[in-house]
């Protein structure tokens, strides 16, 4: 019996990691074509409106669209280099991590649940219209805050 639920726990777990495997592998390679072809660029463009609605400058675009679809592993590393350029605000930083927290690789974690059951398209709204909704509120928050600092902080003439 004990033997049985080792044996039976022990094929499971393979067949899950084959499909993880299956799910990454392919999303991997597609992401170092998409590097070479300088593609993700050319996307990011035309997602643009969306992070303008967000409160995002347009330099958070790329590293915004990376952590999305790849996840937080690639997308931390372009978000701590543009970081690092100087090419993003405080305010750009805090809205790309949340959003990011509430919706990264969301294409790689909806095949991962959904290949043990979940249902992807609940999960790939929810989780979308969720971030957008808290990323929305919390720029605009950040931006009244720092308009009030501009005027607290303006000179009198």
């Given at each position: 019996m004990f033997v049985d639920i080792i044996k039976e726990a022990s094929m499971n777990s393979i067949y899950t990691m084959a499909q993880?495997?299956?799910?990454?592998?392919?999303?991997?390679?597609?992401?170092?074509?998409?590097?070479?072809?300088?593609?993700?660029?050319k996307i990011s463009s035309y997602f643009e409106p969306l992070t303008k609605i967000l409160y995002l400058s347009k330099e958070a675009t790329f590293p915004l669209i990376v952590g999305i679809v790849f996840g937080l592993t690639y997308g931390a590393g372009v978000i701590v280099q543009a970081a690092?350029?100087?090419?993003?605000?405080p305010k750009d930083l805090i809205l790309i991590n949340v959003f990011?927290?509430?919706?990264?690789a969301i294409f790689e974690d909806t095949f991962l649940f959904a290949a043990i059951g979940a249902n992807a398209w609940v999960m790939f709204i929810t989780r979308t219209l969720l971030a957008i909704l808290i990323t929305y509120l919390l720029g605009k928050w950040l931006t009244g805050k720092e308009k009030k600092e501009m005027l607290l902080t303006r000179p009198l003439a």
């Amino acid at each position: 019996m004990f033997v049985d639920i080792i044996k039976e726990a022990s094929m499971n777990s393979i067949y899950t990691m084959a499909q993880i495997a299956f799910i990454v592998m392919p999303i991997m390679f597609i992401l170092r074509l998409a590097k070479e072809a300088n593609l993700l660029n050319k996307i990011s463009s035309y997602f643009e409106p969306l992070t303008k609605i967000l409160y995002l400058s347009k330099e958070a675009t790329f590293p915004l669209i990376v952590g999305i679809v790849f996840g937080l592993t690639y997308g931390a590393g372009v978000i701590v280099q543009a970081a690092k350029e100087g090419r993003l605000s405080p305010k750009d930083l805090i809205l790309i991590n949340v959003f990011l927290g509430l919706n990264h690789a969301i294409f790689e974690d909806t095949f991962l649940f959904a290949a043990i059951g979940a249902n992807a398209w609940v999960m790939f709204i929810t989780r979308t219209l969720l971030a957008i909704l808290i990323t929305y509120l919390l720029g605009k928050w950040l931006t009244g805050k720092e308009k009030k600092e501009m005027l607290l902080t303006r000179p009198l003439a």
